[in-house]
């Protein structure tokens, strides 16, 4: 399984970051998922956008082609803790939403992505490029991936009327598969972080996130491509993204169950 899902996986991944520092370029402004509201006081605006832009597409890039790709995904996962840390925590603290679970997606999203970076990263096995902390952090993506999907999960309970509206019509039966998807992606995020059963996890949540980009994002994102910096197709490649983050947790949790 490993010979073509962890690349596979590797290659998800670094699309969906790649794609999402072009979108920098093509708007002019940061995706929500990254950037919330840039601060008023900061001056050089765009330039800033540009420079956010291109280094998580380079970073997309160099994980893609393992061109420093360990050490390069490893950063680039710090880097995008560092932007919860300083823009989506003060930004949703200070906001009027900050009480409602809905309000924080973005903020957990840019932690997943995170946390994909450093699933990258050990997906890249070379040793003795990063500082023994950082190294020792790089477990930490397993379980920001899972925080992700367990509170997804339960947005799903919270805001089942809201869901079921996204679901395609061709599909039929929104409230079923509402609840379908929030107790599998529950059951996923949980899957992943017990040792026994996190490759099955990993692997059938790799699948149904994927499945979901065609069946759901993409044609939402062909709909209605320009809104709120085109949230819409930042949501079609967050969920690519997502699927190879699960792939990749597939092959290293089976190796990991084979090793001990």
């Known amino acids: ?39 008023a006081w900061l001056p050089l605006r765009l330039l800033c956008v540009y420079v956010v832009g291109a280094a998580l597409t380079a970073a997309g890039i160099a994980i893609l082609f393992d061109l420093k790709g360990k050490k390069v995904a490893a950063w680039t996962g710090v880097a995008l803790v560092v932007l919860v840390l300083i823009a989506h925590i003060p930004n949703q603290l200070s906001g009027a939403y900050r009480a409602v679970l809905g309000a924080w997606t973005n903020t957990i999203k840019e932690l997943a992505l995170a946390g994909g970076a450093w699933i990258a990263a050990m997906s890249l096995s070379k040793e003795g490029e990063l500082p023994r ?3 020792r952090a790089l477990p930490l993506g397993r379980y920001f991936f899972a925080f992700l999907l367990i509170v997804f999960g339960i947005d799903h309970f919270l805001y089942a009327k809201f869901v079921a509206m996204l679901v395609p019509g ?38 149904m996130i994927f499945l979901w980009v065609p069946m759901l994002h993409i044609p939402r994102a062909i709909a209605d491509p320009y809104t709120n910096v085109g949230n819409e197709w930042a949501s ?14 597939a092959v290293l949790s089976k190796s990991e169950s084979h090793s001990s």
């Open 236 to 249: 079609v490649f967050e969920a690519t993204a997502f699927s190879g983050m699960a792939l990749m947790l």
């Open 133 to 135: 902390w950082l190294e």
């Open 1 to 39: 399984m490993s010979k073509w899902v962890l690349p596979v996986g590797r290659s998800l991944y670094a699309f969906g970051l790649a794609s999402i520092g072009l979108m920098h370029f093509y708007f002019k402004d940061f995706p929500g998922v990254i950037i919330p509201v840039f601060p």
């Open 170 to 207: 061709w599909v039929g039966a929104p409230m079923f598969w509402t609840y379908f998807a929030a107790v599998a992606l529950i059951a996923g995020g949980l899957g992943i972080v017990v040792k026994r059963v996190a490759w099955l996890a990993s692997l059938l949540v790799g699948v």
